[in-house]
């Protein structure tokens, strides 16, 4: 049997024994690589709960999923010292058998990468996924010990490692942390374990912590508000015109907000009480809760609920009203838009039978001048819609109508859970003719004469 030697030294071992050990090592990093993808996806939840149902081992597993990071990055230490030595053995058999030079590098470099490909890489990380919680609780103790023994030449290493990286490095080391939770989400969705809808919104939920109550806020141009002084008759008709159930009430102006007027309130009081309608609305508002622009939405979620509160007012860095937020706001956030069964989607243009036009409030500006042939403002604005708004100088609610470069602009139905306008009907306005309806928040006053006063942009309740 051959035997190495080198520059008359001592021979070494038999290259037999070199290959066994050499192998014996690449089972070794295999089985380490296969601990380390059990621990990488076990949960610390889950191991607390076998804990709690007195699984063998669990309560060791779950000391180590508690800190599983050092752990990983022991074993990752230990798994490359095994690989290593395994090759540096190898190294010497392929030099003894073929000489220094290419061919022996050639062939340990290949033999290696097949057999730490197969032996580690592949077959023993997908035991360890595939059977996570057996894998983790039967080396759990081993782990465990293996921790505490060479914790500090791990840790020895970390700061190395920290020292000449550029940078500030990382406090537990770059070696090992465990998969995003994001791309696991990702790749559950590319193997069909959940829906591209569901992965949206596990998405959107870790994305609240990172948004602020002013980008989801309706601002306070598309408010709508009810001064103190109104009668609960005025406050009944700007409820039934506007859509909304709960509505701001306010002093001076919209940076005065005093309370919120509730629609059940008002419809159990003036209920078999007719004289209760020329009641001002201050008498029944409740307390307005407000919050600042800048507050976390996930935070601000948890407080509304706490408190059974439904609508916020936001305060901007000034002290003014920045706009309001609600539950169903916040809720948007994470399944999308809500609409209801009276949402319809529209033809973007419909012609009529009296030679008006029934547009889209989305459609744009220019696309309704060319209908009619007419030179239209398109420097602010860019929709129907937008254009409407510009000329009330207030955001529109159904029945308002404005004359804009000969044409008649009348705002028709709403959509979507803040009741936006849908559509608009256009015609060319006939001479003399002027508006007669005012926009949004518009309230129809009990004795027939219409107070304009009332009409304020659209608030999301």
């Given amino acids: 049997m051959t035997t190495l030697a080198a ?16 192998a014996g090592l690449v089972v070794l990093a295999g089985l380490i690589a296969m601990t ?9 939840a889950r191991a607390a709960e076998l804990a709690r149902d007195g699984a063998r081992g669990a309560r060791t597993l779950q000391a180590v999923a508690g800190d599983v990071v050092r752990h990983l990055n022991l074993l990752l230490l230990l798994r490359l010292l095994a690989e290593l030595t395994a090759t540096t053995l190898v190294a010497l058999v392929a030099v003894d058998t073929f000489g220094a030079g290419w061919r022996a590098a050639l062939v340990t470099a290949g033999a290696m990468a097949v057999v730490s490909f197969v032996v580690v890489g592949v077959a023993p990380r997908t035991l360890g996924r595939q059977h996570a919680y057996a894998v983790g609780r039967a080396v759990a103790p081993l782990v465990r010990w293996l921790g505490r023994a060479l914790n500090p030449l791990a840790s020895l290493l970390i700061l190395i490692g920290n020292a000449v990286t550029p940078g500030r490095g990382f406090r537990e080391g770059p070696f090992a942390t465990q ?15 959940v829906e591209h809808g569901e992965r949206q919104m596990i998405h959107s939920v870790f994305a609240l912590g990172d948004t602020i109550a002013r980008e989801v806020m309706v601002p306070r141009t598309e408010m709508v508000w009810i001064e103190e002084g109104k009668t609960l008759a005025q406050a009944l008709a700007l409820f039934l015109r506007s859509g909304f159930s709960r509505i701001p009430v306010i002093g001076e102006n919209v940076d005065d907000v005093l309370g919120v007027l509730y629609l059940k309130d008002l419809i159990r009081r003036i209920q078999g009480a007719p004289e209760a309608r020329q009641m001002p609305v201050a008498e029944l508002m409740r307390p307005a809760t407000f919050v600042p622009e800048s507050k976390p939405v996930d935070d601000l979620l948890s407080e509304m609920q706490a408190a059974r509160n439904h609508l916020v007012i936001v305060v901007d860095e000034y002290g003014g009203t920045g706009g309001l ?7 948007e956030e994470i399944v999308g838009e809500i609409t209801d069964e009276y949402d319809v989607e529209r033809p973007p243009v419909e012609r009529l039978a009296d ?3 029934r547009v889209t409030a989305r459609l744009p500006v220019e696309n309704l001048g060319e209908l009619f042939d007419t030179e239209l403002p398109t420097d602010e604005v860019e929709t129907v819609g937008g254009l409407l708004a510009q000329a009330l100088g207030r955001v529109p609610i159904p029945g308002a109508e404005a004359e804009v470069a000969g044409l008649r602009l009348i705002a028709e139905g709403t959509t979507g859970r803040r009741n936006r306008i849908d559509t608009v009907l256009v015609s060319r306005a006939e001479p003399g003719d002027a508006p007669d309806s005012a926009g949004r928040g518009e309230q129809a006053d009990p004795r027939g004469n219409h107070n304009r006063s009332e009409e304020r942009q659209p608030a999301d309740a």
């Fill in 179 to 193: 998969v995003e939770l994001r791309e696991l989400v990702d790749l559950a969705e590319q193997r069909g374990v």
């Fill in 355 to 357: 030679g008006a036009v």
């Fill in 36 to 44: 380390e993808a059990a621990l990488a996806a076990v949960s610390p």
């Fill in 325 to 331: 937020v609600t539950i169903e706001d916040i809720l």
């Fill in 7 to 22: 520059g008359g030294a001592p021979a070494g071992l038999p290259d037999l024994t070199l290959l066994a050990v050499a």
